[in-house]
Every structure is written in structure tokens, then in C-alpha cells.
């Protein structure tokens, strides 16, 4: 890419015009399943800047997705910014700008990064700057947890609305993920027949259903020692983790049910029935041991993410971070499930995920520096011309 293009790049991303479109998406409520005002507010940013939005349904009627295209009319590949416009369910803070920081509800998570991927949007079209290929905006509800499950997401993804390879401006800055652990989240449940009675007045062989809970706890214990071995660069190690445990209803009665909850992470991809099977395993060597009847349900959220470092994406990216920051990005782990997996495992594009560094993410007090979203706005963008030329086959 000629310097002279780059610095024009830099230079035309505009941090009065940045606030205010983060501004105006943080002031449209969006939690997770009820994202429309957002979705709309985003769609008129963009037919603002001559970008006709599309608003496919994507298996969610409430708030239709939102899809922006921007193409060179010259053949190469499609770079994808992707972002979720929905917000956990926490109390709405209205935006507020004060010395160089946006404030509010999603600031970090993530409509500050949507807000960069829009002005990346808006500079690419000004200067009619893509080479090659096209760059397109997706936007969907239903991202957060429990109250979302990434339906529309997966709907945009059948429907083959991706592009050849997907950015992602989540509140990640420090690395470049190329590796995170799957993730399954579980729940048992350790029964027992009769009723509730007096601790004196049980029967004989009465299963102790606190043992049968602690007995569980303890193998998942030595589980997790044993998964510590399992290790892969950047991703870290397999774990399991109970992080609940109810019991007891008072000090002198034996109780007939026992709940414990945790989590199940995995860092090499295509091991989803070999840790079920694992989890099945632990749970009937509790019930062989203690008598108690134990059930167990266990969700696969996603499959464990790689990234190949050899990729044009992650090429065109680290080229792109550098002409803005002087230096490339570390390879890192990628610390938290993100639709980066959603995008990996099922449409088979690489994914990158990279936005401000942002802080208070799931909290009131969500925080973004105006020269942080300057910054995404002009790595997004420097992508995007790095991304298009191609040799190779598109889509
Ligand atoms: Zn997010």
C-alpha cells in the first residue's frame, strides 16, 4: 500500500465524528433480545454515509440484523467487520463524553467498536480508497449470555452473509488471539429416593447426598490436575471448574437433591464427545460410589478456536496495526468465547479479534477512549485495503 494512501487513511478518520456515532448507539437501549433500537439507529448511520442497510429477519423478527456492504468494483476478497449490538441486561447508562472517554451502557461491549467499524466505513467511501474486493458490516442481537443464544448469528452464518474473512472490534487490544479454549457449561443434579427427613430418623443406607456433592467435587478435582497436562501455546490449558454448589435446607435434615454447576474449557479443537464423555465418565463413578442417582447436563458452547498465523487476513491485519502503531501485534490467547468461534467453526473463515481497549465490560461503569476508537477505526480500515487484492479464487 503506497504511504501516501495509508496516511490519507489515518488522517480522514474523524474523532468529533467517532463520538458521536458512539454516542448515538450507546443512547439506543439494546439488551440482549430486545436490540432493534440499536439495529435501526446503526442502519440510518449508514444509510447516512450513502450505505444502503439491509435488515435480514436472521430468525430474529424483534430487531432484524443489520448488513452494509461497500464494494471497489474490482475483483478480490470480501473483509467482514462483525459486532453485536446487544447489551447485557444491566441497568441502561446513558452516553456521556468527558475528557476524551465515552461512557454508557456497551461503550466497551461493544458499540464503540461497532462505532470504529463504521467510520472505518465512511473513510474507505470517502476516499474511495479499496484497491480491490469489498468490505462488508454485519450486525446482530442475541450475542449475550444466558439471554441470548447467538441464534441470529448462526442465521446470517446458513445464509452464507459472511465474507472471506471477519474482524471482529471487541474490547480486545493487546494480542492477537490465536488460540482460545472451547467451552461447555454444565449442571448436575445428585438425587436420592424418599423424602426429606430428620438426620436421626433416616433409614440405613440412607445416601448422604453433601458426600455424594463433595465426592463429585473431588473428581472433578483431580480431573482438572489431570487436564493441566493438556496444554496448547497461547490457549493455556483444559480445566473444569464448579463454581456452584446447593444443598441442605437446615443443619439437622437429610436433603434429597444436590446441585453443582461449573464450566468444562478445552484448548484443542474437535474434543466436544471426548470431554462428555470424560464428564458422563466422572458423574457415574460418584453415583457407583455413593449410591446417589446423579444426572448431569452438559452444553457445548463452542469448540476451541485457532488462528493460523500464515493466514492473508492476519498478514493484511499486522501490516494494517503497524502502519498505525509502528509495530505488529503479539500472538496471544484469546481469553473469553466470542462469535470469533461462531464464525471460525461454522461459515470456515479466519477471524480476528480486535477493537479498543476498552474497560468495564458486564458492568455500569463501561469506559472507551475517544483515541482508542480513532485507532480501530484506522486499523479496520487499513485491513480492509491490505485484505482485498487477491490471486486466489473469492466468493
Ligand atoms: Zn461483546
Wanted: glycine share 10%; proline share 7%.
Amino acid at each position: 500500500m503506497p504511504a501516501s494512501l495509508a496516511e490519507a487513511i489515518r488522517r480522514a478518520v474523524d474523532p468529533d465524528r467517532l463520538v458521536r456515532t458512539a454516542m448515538a448507539l450507546i443512547d439506543a437501549p439494546s439488551p440482549t433480545c430486545q436490540a432493534g433500537p440499536a439495529a435501526d439507529c446503526l442502519a440510518s448511520l449508514l444509510n447516512d454515509i450513502g450505505l444502503a442497510a439491509e435488515r435480514p429477519v436472521a430468525d430474529w423478527p424483534v430487531a432484524p440484523a443489520v448488513v452494509a456492504r461497500l464494494a471497489s468494483g474490482r475483483p478480490g476478497r470480501t473483509l467482514q467487520f462483525h459486532g453485536h449490538l446487544d447489551t447485557v441486561h444491566l441497568p441502561f447508562v446513558p452516553a456521556r463524553c468527558a475528557d476524551g472517554v465515552i461512557y454508557g451502557s456497551g461503550a466497551a461491549d461493544m458499540k464503540g467498536g461497532l462505532a470504529a467499524a463504521v467510520e472505518a466505513l465512511r473513510v474507505l467511501g470517502e476516499l474511495d480508497a479499496l484497491p480491490a474486493g469489498a468490505v462488508m458490516l454485519t450486525a446482530t442481537d442475541h450475542h449475550e449470555g444466558p439471554w441470548g443464544d447467538k441464534r441470529q448469528l448462526q442465521a446470517l452464518i446458513r445464509d452464507r452473509c459472511y465474507g472471506d474473512g471477519v474482524l471482529i472490534p471487541e474490547y480486545l487490544a493487546d494480542r492477537l488471539p490465536v488460540a482460545g479454549r472451547g467451552l461447555a457449561i454444565f449442571s448436575v443434579l445428585l438425587e436420592r429416593d424418599g423424602a426429606k427427613v430428620h438426620e436421626v430418623l433416616a433409614p440405613a443406607g440412607t445416601p448422604d447426598l453433601v458426600a455424594a456433592g463433595a465426592d463429585l467435587v473431588q473428581r472433578f478435582g483431580a480431573l482438572n490436575r489431570r487436564l493441566a497436562t493438556r496444554q496448547r501455546e497461547h490457549a493455556g490449558c483444559d480445566s473444569v471448574f464448579v463454581g456452584q454448589f446447593t444443598c441442605g435446607e437446615i443443619y439437622n435434615q437429610y436433603p434429597t437433591e444436590c446441585r453443582l454447576a461449573g464450566t468444562r474449557r478445552w484448548v484443542a479443537p474437535g474434543q466436544e464427545q471426548a470431554v462428555r464423555g470424560e464428564f458422563d465418565a466422572t458423574l457415574a463413578a460418584t453415583a457407583a460410589a455413593t449410591g446417589a442417582r446423579v444426572t448431569g447436563d452438559f452444553v457445548v458452547y463452542a469448540d476451541a478456536f485457532t488462528l493460523d498465523p500464515q493466514q492473508p487476513l492476519v498478514t493484511a491485519f499486522q501490516a494494517a496495526y503497524s502502519q498505525v502503531t509502528g509495530r505488529q501485534l503479539p500472538p496471544g490467547g484469546k481469553p473469553f468465547v466470542d462469535d470469533g468461534h461462531t464464525f471460525a467453526h461454522q461459515a470456515g473463515i479466519p477471524a480476528i479479534t480486535h477493537g479498543p481497549a476498552a474497560t468495564g465490560a458486564h458492568s455500569l461503569d463501561e469506559a472507551v477512549a475517544v483515541d482508542e476508537l480513532v485507532r480501530t477505526a484506522q486499523v479496520l480500515a487499513l485491513t480492509a485495503v491490505a485484505f482485498g487484492p487477491s490471486n486466489e479464487g473469492t466468493r
